[in-house]
């Protein structure tokens, strides 16, 4: 009974816009369609980078040097800073205590975050971590979401051995993954955006 008290009221605005002349009509219309228009609201949009690599060797070499990095523009609006990482090399422990820490120059994994121009100016990196170990999934939580605007650099240099061998309890690759996630303010619109979309807060201003 209400919806149909509901399409009443709508059919009857739209027939008296349509009986009133010029603008005041379209004045009208346009009130009712934005009464059905949802609110915008405000998301935390989620920005991921990083890497996954599995190293792949042959014969007693380790696999060539993995390097890369990433340019990452950061905005006033950045609000959260997280890095997930993790190494893993089997039996790096056991070796090195057969052969000392010779191990670090071939399985080794080093990511570092700049703040921009700090690495150019020979400064220290706003972040970093350097293993030749196993290290367990961890996550950092950086910042308290006053980041310094601009690009930012994050990279990494690893190196690793990657064994196929033809029993298999005695293959082996080395592996690590690091992805950082920026999070800042994004807003959505109901009748402009389609599920997981949304537009930047800065874009708006």
Not at 61 to 70: F, G, K, M, N, S
Not at 111 to 121: H, I, Q, S, Y
Not at 165 to 186: K, M
């Amino acid at each position: 009974m209400r919806r149909s008290s509901t399409a009443i009221s709508v059919l009857a605005i739209l027939l008296a816009s349509t009986l009133t002349s010029g603008c005041l009509g379209l004045a009208a219309q346009r009130e009712v369609m934005e009464s059905w228009r949802e609110p915008p609201l405000v998301i935390d949009k989620e920005e991921t980078f990083g890497w996954d690599h599995t190293f792949e060797s042959t014969g007693l070499e380790a696999a060539d040097p993995y390097e890369t990095e990433e340019l990452i523009e950061f905005d006033d609006s950045v609000t959260m800073l997280v890095i997930n990482f993790r190494a893993q090399f089997p039996w790096s422990s056991q070796i090195e205590e057969v052969i000392g820490n010779q191990t670090n120059d071939v399985r080794y994994v080093e990511v570092r975050l700049w703040e921009p121009g700090v690495k150019e100016a020979g400064g220290d990196p706003f972040w970093e971590i350097v293993t030749s170990n196993d290290y367990p999934q961890t996550r950092f939580t950086l910042g308290n979401g006053t980041f310094v605007e601009g690009k930012w650099t994050f990279e990494v240099e690893a190196r690793g051995y990657g064994i196929t061998a033809p029993i298999e309890q005695l293959s082996f690759h080395d592996h690590f993954d690091v992805y950082l996630t920026i999070t800042r303010p994004c807003v959505r619109f109901a009748e402009v955006h389609e599920s997981g979309e949304c537009t930047p807060l800065t874009e708006l201003d």
